[in-house]
Structures are given as structure tokens and as C-alpha cells.
């Protein structure tokens, strides 16, 4: 429930759409300072926040015009905290919150400033986004750098250098130097081989979000008009999953604000700790109160999952940190059965067909629908699919592999791109009987992205007039779901230009190179086509395209952040975890995420024909100590 845009005094602020918060919660809603706050699965982190921005704006604690930065690890959290705000705040409160992820934010840094950097580390105005790997680093140190020259090192030493050591600590391990390493050593010298190559040897300058962020972090330490421009602008910062965070994106928050009056609360969960491959740091917590000398500060609820999943998650919480407090759950259990258990299978075949019909028995039972359950695996979603979604078509219940690609992009990940986000309002505004919340969505995001003040009624009126006689010419011309591609092209081209393309790029940096926003609209209009194939009526292909009605299948990492009723990871053997060995630590806390989700329920499937369980032997361990059954299916 929103408020009015009215000063209140902080002694008489209350919580905003909710009952209370537990004491701690309020504490770090209140604070004055620094605070590391260590928020568990369920805990409440998004609404923490939101509150948190609530009092702060409501409160003039955060004094206009000064603003607060939000950034998160994903663009799901980032979009779902700006929308948390827009609920619990009025409009001109809200519009004070910058909510972006980190890549993003270091993008409109680089964007804005890059070209004040040192000649050496400028990249051109028109950069690509370059995705690295493994075989990319492979063929520019085996193929592409040459020798190095004698007077460095050998060329042993240079073979010496792993791929793992050369990206996270030799290219993107420490802050850049100004003029580049005075004496480098072989592995400096091969790293300042793709730093140039990438910026200046090329067509046009290509980068990977963690070299953007690096050069961010130098142009503000070289750039102090910049530096002090966002210390003034943002009175607190807020740091999402902070567990998550990487050196390159500690260095860049502590450049700009370590030793200011901008007050920073860091929010996760280091028991959650599942991107150590992506390069997150392994204790960004202790070096945050460290030099930021912050307090920390637990929450003890869960407010998502039932009283017994909360006991079995305490079990596998200890292994990875054995001083946590047991949480308190704040929900009742409303399965009857086990609300955890193993079920073992004699072949996948007989895997599907039983999970299917479990799962369609479920929602014909408890009135529940298709997107309460979510199917995790490991790894590699689309050999499972192959299996499963035939005998859950069978059972009348639509299974979507949210990890398979839509044209150049992953389904889940197209699904919060902004301009597919704002597309699919358009035509459910258009093209189905009852707008509901789309028309007043599309009004307040089109306001945005035109700069349209909310106070301003005149150029809110007129922008109504607009959008209305938009979709009304659009369902017009399209009174059908589209039949090709092309089709679904000229639709959704309609829809952008109505948006305004420049508009786009100018709010949300990501489109700005690399003709990103093209290769967003061919997805958006390959999976329009696709949906079409299957539906009939415009309301029907919509909620096909969104997946209203259909089982998501994803892996592990993608499901962070979400919840379902009932979770069934499938394919709890060595062939899936194979690496479990590799670091035990963080496949744990992955597992402890897969568990998580739940919020009644827990089903774990194995397969003698995938693989054995030996290997994986701690995680049924733990699974025994927590008293969870093993059931043969037949």
C-alpha cells in the first residue's frame, strides 16, 4: 500500500504493507551506520530494503535532492527491489531510488566518463560486450600473445601460467595502474597484452563486464570531479547478495565510497555462496566490516518456508557454517506426508512419468498451479527435458526449460530484459479485454523513460492520450497472434519505436553498444513466434510466452532468488554433481540453495542409470542426519 509523499518523523515512522519486522530487521531499517547484515533463505532481504528506502525518503533521512543506490548481482533483484519501493513508497519518494546491478552501474560510469581515462586503458565510444571462456583465454595465450620478451621472463614461466590464475588474478585481480606495471612480470606483461589488444587492436574495443568495471574503478580514481560528483548524489548505498560480490566490484564500491558519509548497508547470505567460480570474492563480508567498519547484524525469521523444511535447512546450514542460529519459521506446513524425501528410480523414463503425475495430482488436489513447482538440475537442463517434458505434456501440464536460448538469449534471461518486459505490457494492454495493472505499469515506465515529472499532469495526460490511440491502432492492425517471424518482428518494432529506441539506451545503459537492444527484439520476436505456434487467442500466447501455465525446468545457480511450493531437484548422483570434489564448500552451499526454494516441500530424485552416489556421499549424509527417508518408486 502506497502513502502520501509526506515528511515523517522518524520516531513516528511504521512499517509499510506489513504486520511488523522482526527487532534486528528494524534495527538495520533505522540505522545510521554501516551494516553488514546477514539475511538467511526466506529472511525477508527484498522487503528489508524497500523498507528500509521507505524510511529513509519518507523521513528526509536521505534529503532531497540526494538519492539512494541500489545495486544487485542480478537483474531480477534489482527490477523486484525498485518495484518493492514503488509499493511501499509514493511515486516521487520511489523515483529517488537508482535500483541497477553492478554491471550496469559500472556500464553508465564508462559510458559517461570513460573517455576521461588515461589514453592507455580509453576504450572507444563504441565498445562491445565481449563474453569470455575458458577456450578464448586458451587461444590468445597459446596462439595470439607470442613469447615474451627475454628480458621479463622465459617462455617456461609464461607456460607456467594457468587459466584460472590468468583471469582472476593477473587480468582482473587488482585495480589497474595508471601508466600500466613499471617492471611486469611474465604473467602482468600477458595481461597487459588482452588489455590492449582488447582496447585498441581490434575493430573496435571489446570488453567483459569485469574489465568495465575495472576501468570504472579507475577513471573515478583518476577522475576525482566524478568521484565527488556520486558521493554527493547518493546519501546511502545499498548492496544486494553481497556473498555473491567480486574483487573487481569491491574495489570499485570501495574507490568511490570508503571514507565518506555515505552510509552503506551490505544484505546476504554467506551461507548462499554459489558464484566462487564466477570470481566472487571468498569472505566479502569480513573485508566490508573491515574497511568499511560496519556493524553486522543477523535476521532470525524465515518467512518462506515451513517449520519443518526450516529444520532440515538448519542441518545443512551447519555444515557450511557451524556457528549459525537456527532460524525461526514464520509459516505453518500445509502438506501431509514427508515434506522431504528421496525418491529412487529405476530408469528416468519411470522418473518422468511418476513426477508428472505427482505433480498434476498436486494441483488438482490443493488448488495449485503449474508455476508453484520448479524442476532443478545441476547442470546441463536440456538433457533432462528431453526425458521429462514428454510425459508432462502427457500429463496436460507444459514443461519449460527456462535454461534453453530464445534465439541469441536464454529464455529466463529474456524474460527480465526491461524491453521485453515492457513489450509484453503493451500488447496485454492492447490486444486483451482487461488492462488491469498493464495500463498504469506502461504509463509510469513510459513517464520514465520519456522524463516526465509524476506531478507534471498536463504531459501525463497527454502521454495517456498517446498510449491509449497506440494500442488501439496496434490491435487494429494485429487482431491475430502472429504466424511467422517476420510477423512478430513488425509487431514488436511497432512496440519499440512507441517506446522510443534512444529513450531505451538512455535509461538502461545495456543497450547502448554492441547492438544488444537488436539481438533483444530478434529474441523477443523469435519466442513471440514460438508461443504463437501453441496458443490461439492474444491473451493465451502471452501467458505462453511468460510461462504463466507451465513447470519451469532451470539449474541450480538460476533458481537463486526464486520460490516455489514444492521443489524436485532431479538427478542427485556423481554423474551431475562430477565436480563435487573440486570444492566442497561451495557445491554445499549450492545444494543448500537448491533446498531453499521450497516452501512446503522437498523431493529429490536418483537414477541408477545416471550415475552412482559415492561421490556425493556428504550430501545424503547430511540428508540422513536431518532424518530425511529414502523411498523406492515404483
Not at 351 to 370: D, G, M, Q, Y
Request: aromatic share 8%; hydrophobic share 45%.
Amino acid at each position: 500500500m502506497a502513502v502520501l509523499a509526506r515528511r515523517v518523523r522518524p520516531e513516528q515512522w511504521k512499517p509499510i504493507g506489513v504486520a511488523a519486522l522482526e527487532a534486528n530487521a528494524m534495527t538495520v531499517v533505522r540505522s545510521t551506520d554501516n551494516r553488514s547484515v546477514i539475511a538467511g533463505p526466506g529472511a525477508g532481504k527484498t522487503e528489508l530494503l524497500a523498507q528500509r528506502a521507505a524510511y529513509l525518503l519518507q523521513t528526509a533521512t536521505s534529503p532531497p535532492p540526494r538519492r539512494i543506490l541500489a545495486i544487485s548481482f542480478k537483474r531480477d533483484a534489482a527490477s523486484n527491489l525498485a518495484a518493492r519501493v514503488g509499493q511501499r513508497c509514493h511515486r516521487s519518494h520511489a523515483a529517488r531510488l537508482d535500483s541497477m546491478t553492478f554491471d550496469a552501474f559500472a556500464k553508465g560510469l564508462v559510458d559517461r566518463f570513460g573517455q576521461a581515462l588515461p589514453k592507455r586503458w580509453r576504450p572507444r565510444t563504441d565498445y562491445e560486450i565481449m563474453f569470455t571462456s575458458d577456450a578464448l583465454y586458451r587461444g590468445f595465450l597459446l596462439q595470439e600473445v607470442g613469447a615474451p620478451p627475454k628480458i621479463i621472463g622465459s617462455y617456461a614461466d609464461f607456460q607456467a601460467i594457468s587459466l584460472r590464475e590468468f583471469e582472476r588474478e593477473l587480468l582482473l585481480g587488482k585495480p589497474l595502474p595508471e601508466d600500466g606495471w613499471p617492471i611486469p612480470t611474465v604473467g602482468q606483461w600477458a595481461a597487459d597484452r588482452f588489455w590492449q589488444s582488447s582496447l585498441h587492436e581490434g575493430k573496435t574495443s571489446r570488453l567483459s563486464f569485469p574489465m568495465i568495471g575495472r576501468l570504472a574503478e579507475l577513471l573515478l580514481r583518476v577522475n576525482p570531479m566524478a568521484r565527488e560528483a556520486l558521493r554527493l548524489t547518493y546519501s546511502h548505498l545499498f548492496m544486494d547478495e553481497f556473498q555473491d560480490t567480486t574483487q573487481v566490484q569491491y574495489d570499485l564500491v570501495r574507490t568511490i565510497f570508503k571514507g565518506t558519509e555515505t552510509v552503506i548497508t551490505a544484505v546476504g547470505d554467506n551461507k548462499q555462496q554459489i558464484m566462487r567460480w564466477a570470481m566472487a570474492m571468498d569472505d566479502p563480508f569480513a573485508a566490508f566490516d573491515q574497511h568499511f567498519v560496519a556493524k553486522r547484524t543477523p535476521l532470525f525469521n524465515n518467512y518462506r518456508s515451513s517449520p519443518e523444511l526450516v529444520r532440515i535447512q538448519h542441518v545443512l546450514a551447519q555444515a557450511l557454517d557451524a556457528h549459525t542460529v537456527k532460524p525461526v519459521s514464520k509459516t505453518v506446513g500445509t502438506v501431509a506426508g514427508d515434506s522431504c524425501a528421496i525418491w529412487d528410480f529405476s530408469t528416468p523414463e519411470a522418473e518422468a512419468s511418476s513426477l508428472a503425475a505427482f505433480v498434476a495430482n498436486e494441483i488438482k488436489t490443493h488448488t495449485l498451479v503449474p508455476r508453484h513447482f520448479a524442476l532443478l538440475v545441476r547442470q546441463k537442463p536440456a538433457d533432462y527435458a528431453a526425458v521429462l517434458a514428454p510425459a508432462f505434456e502427457a500429463a496436460g501440464i507444459p514443461l519449460r526449460n527456462e535454461a534453453g536460448f530464445v534465439g541469441p538469449m536464454m529464455l529466463q534471461e529474456l524474460l527480465t530484459e526491461e524491453a521485453s518486459r515492457l513489450v509484453v505490457q503493451l500488447l496485454r494492454l492492447a490486444m486483451t479485454k482487461h488492462a488491469g495493472r498493464n495500463w498504469s505499469e506502461c504509463q509510469a515506465k513510459l513517464g520514465v523513460l520519456r522524463g516526465i515529472a509524476i506531478d507534471d499532469e498536463p504531459a501525463q495526460a497527454k502521454l495517456a492520450r498517446k498510449l491509449d490511440t497506440f494500442a488501439t491502432t496496434l490491435a487494429a492492425a494485429h487482431p491475430k497472434a502472429p504466424t511467422s517471424f517476420a510477423d512478430s518482428l513488425a509487431i514488436v518494432e511497432q512496440a519499440i519505436d512507441f517506446i522510443g529506441r534512444q529513450r531505451l539506451v538512455a535509461v538502461h545503459t545495456s543497450y547502448a553498444q554492441g547492438g544488444w537492444l537488436g539481438k533483444v527484439v530478434e529474441a523477443i520476436s523469435s519466442h513471440l513466434t514460438g508461443s504463437a505456434t501453441r496458443g490461439g487467442a492474444w491473451s493465451e500466447v502471452l501467458d505462453i510466452y511468460e510461462g504463466v501455465d507451465a513447470i519451469p525446468l532451470m539449474t541450480i545457480h538460476k533458481s537463486k532468488g526464486l520460490e516455489y511450493h514444492s521443489v524436485i531437484f532431479v538427478g542427485l548422483d556423481d554423474g551431475a554433481w562430477w565436480s563435487f570434489a573440486n570444492d566442497q564448500i561451495e557445491a554445499t552451499a549450492g545444494f543448500f540453495v537448491a533446498f531453499t526454494r521450497a516452501k512446503q516441500r522437498v523431493i529429490f530424485t536418483y537414477c541408477a542409470q545416471r550415475g552412482r552416489r559415492t561421490k556425493i556421499a556428504t550430501l545424503y549424509a547430511l540428508l540422513n542426519k536431518a532424518g530425511v527417508t529414502t523411498i523406492a518408486v515404483t
